[in-house]
């Protein structure tokens, strides 16, 4: 499994952008798989953001993006995306994502992750 993300870029405080991963199935059932978009700001460790099933559509947020943040997925073009509004300069960070089989909110149950890409709020 290969997953491409892409969309970040420089946005100001209040502004939105949104983040696309697209992943490359090798043959394999995608439909297994949750989907989810990690963040490491600078000096900090790699955060839980949101995730998504590719069966039956359930997504989970972390608490910081609730309402801002909206996780989505194209089954047809095998792309995630991340919606993200009302950005805060603390969104600031490297955006990853992740396939898992296992699902959840820990960096362990991801087996296979995007090369990121980079998000900066300005204030």
């Known amino acids: 499994v290969q997953l491409q993300a892409s969309g970040g870029g420089l946005v100001q405080a209040g502004g939105s952008l949104r983040l696309s991963c697209a992943a490359s199935?090798?043959?394999?059932?995608?439909?297994?798989?949750?989907m989810g978009w990690f963040r490491q700001a600078p000096g900090k460790e790699r955060e839980f953001v949101a995730a998504i099933k590719w069966s039956d559509y359930n997504t989970i947020y972390a608490d910081f993006v609730k309402g801002r943040f909206t996780i989505s997925r194209d089954n047809a073009k095998n792309t995630v995306y991340l919606q993200m509004n009302s950005l805060k300069p603390e969104d600031t960070a490297v955006y990853y994502c992740?396939?898992?089989?296992?699902?959840?909110?820990?960096?362990?149950?991801?087996?296979?992750w995007g090369q990121g890409t980079l998000v900066t709020v300005s204030s």
């Open positions: 992740g396939a898992s089989l296992i699902g959840g909110t820990g960096l362990l149950g991801y087996g296979y």
């Open positions: 199935t090798s043959g394999r059932t995608f439909t297994r798989y949750i």
